[in-house]
């Protein structure tokens, strides 16, 4: 089958050049046959790569240790779904499901806008990003290269990455990453074309809009796994590879926030082609930051010398897409002014300008340490203080616009109707604050933080509040009336339930990053300790054993108010096939979760004499951030919904 | 020797694929080719956003975040651009319609007239 892989991946980028080719002449001749023939290359790049996908999973799943990529990434003691997943645990198979996914998403472009004759320029870009990534599968990191010597066993996954979590959220990140592609083909295809009308930023939003959801879920699920796996108690470092998501999203929601004014009011066509790129851009320097190794990461296990090739794309990308918004500038001039600073189209442009200022703060201290490397010799590391200093202010005056600009009106907000508008928001504001004083925080940035939750969450309350109330006025029954009113305004209040999942995310996060407790202690058999609410008692020590580690699992009781709760098994292994992981042990984490908070046991150590040395910690409100993540998608999935066409009038 | 086999019939089916519509030879444009059809895809869509548009600032103006002057003016902007756009609809729809039927009499059986 790797012969088969193997064909299916030159042939794909040989298919590639022709349709980029036929795409080329449509465009310039306005011939359909090329403009099909080309769309046709397109559907077929997606079969070629699907079986090349195949191709890869039977060899991972047959364990065919013949292939470099199998030996390197599985092992026989490996779970038939891990040597599934093992897919993209490595360079070229992140790679061949990169240019999978999106051949997926140019064969969906192009049959889509089938009936409408397709746009050929959409295809020239798509395709020409598409043949990057097929030249580096084809010609550099192949994942169906042989190794000159036969092996009998394989080094075997990375023990973290064979979790479930992992085995989901690289494909979900991947689909937002890739995604991004579309609506960058769309804005630069209105570029090349000259039709700079309203259809490229429509088509543009859907597809942003679906990338960014599948970004968001990708990135929660990766602080999931990190949570669960890494065994810090943490689910966010700022790692580089962390930031490499979070960048493209950051300038993502920028511009699904800023096209909105561009659709209604025509304005900010420039700086939404602007944003636009960036986002692109941001994503291509993600998978960069990801797979050439260039900064050191706790997730980067792959190098290899696709670093300069990247760089050269990077390059590429921006000096061909600026020169081209440069060439066209004059005929994006917006057809109309802001009319008053005290006006949604303000917030919104605050917002961008906020948005793009902490995606550039995070881009900074990201290559930080490789450009203190290049110029002096020396990596300087960029940690939490750092990104936190400068997000967290930023954040902060970011949830504040999230509940003003829906409070306001498009072009112009009388005092009038401020004032009246904010009274509810900002009573709720204040009541937030005073019970927490009254309970007895003091910590500025968290009273700063749920108080502007409560803000917004008041907002989002009061939208939907007076939205039901003007339909009821008008007979409907409430329950009918917040039907109705969701789903013929699916883009404002599908967006207001994304609004929502923010409060929730902010509140987990700020609870879980100021509040957390910790203690860590040395027990013998049946000594005990007390975390918050919490009464632990040390049972001892199992040894564990099978095919693919050995290990221990201390036994803990869980005590609440004198009644047991619970018992938990914190584990430390060491796995039998050194993979590719850099430690030679691995903690298993034992979690009992509430809404409340997180008991969190780490096994550090296990001592002589049966003692071992336990790290424990209280982490609250944890779950606020999971569910703030289904929220989020639920609102995007509310949003993208399609409306019905109204009924196309008949000519008289 | 069968993923050999597999391989050409693969590259066989995917080339067919390919290129077989350049050697369709001149096809007549059907109704979903034509370059009004896309206009008049693209005029709906506008249409549509414009009456979307509109549902906001009655909301906005029911939930009483627009002033009646603000009301009254965006609600006229945008009246009059849907208004231009659903000209535009009926006279490219008008357009199609004439040339549709030009097209029948030319091809209908029933053309000659009878002497």
């Keep these: 089958m790797s012969d088969l892989g193997s064909i299916a991946i ?34 077929s790049l997606a079969f070629l790569l699907l ?162 959801m599948f970004l968001s879920a990708g990135l929660l699920l990766g602080a999931r796994w990190a949570y669960l796996e890494l065994g810090w108690g943490g689910y966010w470092a700022w790692d580089p590879v962390e930031n490499a998501a979070f960048m493209p999203w950051l300038a993502g929601t920028a511009f699904l926030h800023s096209v909105m004014i561009q659709e209604r009011k025509a304005m900010l066509k420039k700086w939404n082609m602007i944003l636009l790129i960036i986002t692109f851009f941001l994503s291509i320097f993600g998978t960069f930051i990801t797979r050439s190794g260039i900064v050191s990461s706790v997730h980067s296990f792959a190098r290899s010398d696709i670093g300069p090739l990247f760089l050269g794309f990077m390059v590429l990308i921006l000096l061909f897409s600026f020169a081209l918004l ?34 550039f703060s995070v881009f900074l201290g990201t290559i930080f340490p490789v450009l203190s490397e290049a110029f002096t010799g020396k990596k300087i590391l960029v940690g939490p203080p750092y990104f936190n200093a400068v997000g967290v202010p930023i954040g902060l005056v970011l949830i504040l616009l999230m509940g003003i600009g829906p409070l306001i009106s498009w072009k112009k907000a009388s005092t009038a109707n401020l004032k009246r508008n904010f009274v509810f928001p ?33 907002t989002v309350f009061l939208e939907y509040f007076r939205g039901i109330r003007v339909r009821s006025s008008r007979g409907e029954n409430p329950v009918s009336a917040f039907f109705n009113l969701v789903s013929r305004n699916r883009r404002r209040y599908g967006g207001y339930i994304v609004h929502l999942g923010v409060v929730l995310l902010v509140i987990g996060i700020t609870a879980s990053s100021l509040f957390v407790t ?3 202690v040395v027990l013998g058999k049946g000594d005990s300790f007390s975390l918050g609410r919490y009464d632990l008692v040390f049972r001892g020590v199992n040894y564990i054993s099978n095919d693919a580690k050995d290990g221990f699992s201390a036994e803990l009781s869980i005590e609440n108010n004198g009644r047991s709760v619970a018992t938990m098994y914190p584990e430390k292994n060491i796995y039998k096939y050194e993979g590719n992981r850099e430690i030679n042990q691995e903690t298993e984490v034992a979690l009992r979760s509430t809404f409340r908070d997180d008991l969190y046991l780490i096994l550090s150590e296990v001592g002589g004499g049966g003692k071992v040395n336990i790290r424990a910690l209280l982490n609250p409100m944890v779950n606020w951030i999971w569910a703030g993540g289904f929220v989020i998608v639920l609102g995007a999935i509310v949003t993208m919904w399609p409306e019905g066409r109204r009924k196309k009038e008949s000519s008289a | 020797m069968s993923e050999y086999v597999i391989s050409l019939l693969l590259v066989a089916l995917v080339s067919v694929f390919t290129v077989y519509p350049l050697f369709l030879g001149r096809r007549k444009p059907g109704a979903a080719d034509s370059p009004e059809v896309n206009q008049l895809e693209q005029l709906f869509e506008r249409r549509d956003l414009y009456y979307s548009s509109i549902k906001d600032i ?58």
């Design chain 1, 10 to 43: 030159l042939l794909s980028f040989f298919i590639t050049i022709y349709s980029l080719f036929a795409c080329a002449v449509a465009a310039r001749t306005g011939s359909r046959a090329f403009a099909q023939s080309g769309g046709n290359g397109i559907v």
């Design chain 1, 51 to 212: 079986v090349a996908v195949c191709c890869l999973v039977y060899e991972l799943v047959t364990l065919d240790f013949s292939l470099r990529y199998v030996a390197l990434n599985t092992s026989t003691d490996l779970p038939v779904i891990y040597r599934v997943t093992a897919l993209w645990a490595g360079q070229a198979g992140s790679l061949l499901l990169w240019s999978f996914i999106l051949s997926l998403y140019m064969a969906f472009v192009v049959l889509r806008n089938r009936k409408k004759g397709g746009d050929p320029y959409v295809n020239i870009v798509l395709c020409a990003v598409s043949l990057f990534f097929l030249f580096l599968i084809a010609y550099v990191e192949d994942p169906f290269e042989k190794l000159g010597v036969a092996v009998g066993e394989g080094r075997g996954l990375n023990p973290i990455l064979q979790n479930g979590y992992m085995a989901i959220h690289p494909v979900t990140l991947y689909v937002g990453y890739v995604g991004i592609t579309v609506p960058f083909a769309f804005g630069i295809a209105a570029l090349l074309s000259g039709r700079l009308g309203d259809e490229w930023i429509r088509n543009c939003r859907k597809y942003a809009l679906f990338s960014w």
């Design chain 1, 326 to 359: 440069i060439y066209r500038s004059k005929e994006l001039e917006s057809e109309e002014r802001f009319d008053s600073v005290l006006s949604r189209e303000s917030a919104f442009l605050f917002n961008n300008l906020l948005f793009l200022a902490a995606a």
């Design chain 1, 426 to 458: 900002g009573v709720v504001f204040a009541a937030v604050l005073l019970a927490l004083l009254v309970f007895g925080l003091r910590e500025p940035v968290a009273l700063l933080s749920f108080a502007l939750c409560g803000f917004v969450a008041a």
């Design chain 1, 518 to 520: 910790q203690k860590e």
């Design chain 2, 58 to 115: 009655e909301l906005d103006r029911d939930m009483g975040k627009l002033s009646e002057q603000d009301y009254a003016e965006l609600m006229s902007r945008y009246k009059e651009k849907a208004a231009s756009v659903t000209k535009l609809i009926s006279e490219l729809q008008s357009t199609e319609k004439n040339e549709k039927t030009e097209e029948k009499m030319e091809t209908s059986p029933f053309e000659t007239p009878v002497s």
